[in-house]
């Protein structure tokens, strides 16, 4: 069922009261709008609308703020149309590398919060912010593709998981490296490594909640 509202007559009428309090004239030129067409016509914008960030052809410099005139930063709509194939990156480099998912994913919320083209200002780059040095070591080509990104965190992962053997302190070596969790014997006594650990630690708690609620398995 169809409801045709006339925004002028709405608008005519809130004026009406308004004037009746108000010494001065107030003018207004609206023009007869059907609510449900100009309601149609935006769902109608919003369904067609296309997203095209095609990572895998093109190549993005290494260089800070090299890309952002092109790519700025990400809304909610354009990150919730790149979801699918985030989660489909983080299944397939979970499989390989044997990292739960929800660890892949807590990592990535804490690093970019879903930003492909995130760029630090120490020149970590994408989804789990490699460092040009961390990425060109684990052959990742484009640090901005989602897939080679998340391929290659997870990896880097792994590998600190393997050499410590406890998921904070692979956490802290993934933020911190390696060389400073052993010179410390610990999480390094850094208040930004010490918040990363902890909060993907929170998120990764909160997603697996989060599967495990009712509404997730409907």
């Known amino acids: 069922m169809k409801f045709n509202i006339n925004v002028k007559d709405i608008l005519t009428q809130k004026i009406s009261d308004i004037q009746s309090r108000v010494p001065l004239p107030i ?5 007869s709008v059907s609510f449900y067409n100009t309601l149609e016509q935006a769902i109608e914008k919003t369904t067609n609308k296309t997203l095209d960030l095609d990572t895998s052809i093109k190549k993005y410099p290494l260089v800070s703020g090299s890309y952002e005139a092109e790519y700025p930063r990400l ?4 990150i919730a149309a790149l979801m699918p194939r985030i989660n489909e990156a983080i299944a397939n480099a979970s499989k390989k590398y044997g990292i739960d998912e929800n660890m892949i994913r807590a990592i990535l919320k804490q690093e970019s919060s879903f930003q492909p083209f995130a760029l630090s200002t120490s020149g970590a780059m994408g989804l789990m912010q490699l460092m040009p040095e961390t990425a060109k ?9 989602i897939e080679q990104n998340i391929m290659g965190g997870t990896l880097y992962f792994k590998e600190q998981l393997d050499a410590f053997g406890d998921v904070e302190l692979a956490l802290a070596a993934y933020n911190a490296g390696p060389n400073k969790v052993r010179r410390y014997n610990g999480i390094p006594p850094v208040l930004q490594t010490q918040n990363f ?14 599967q495990k609620s009712p509404a997730s398995s409907k």
């Open 27 to 31: 003018k207004i030129n609206t023009p």
């Open 75 to 78: 809304s909610s709509e354009e």
């Open 137 to 145: 070591w684990l052959s990742v080509s484009d640090p901005y593709n």
């Open 197 to 210: 650990v902890r909060n993907v630690m929170r998120y990764y708690q909160l997603y697996n909640e989060a």
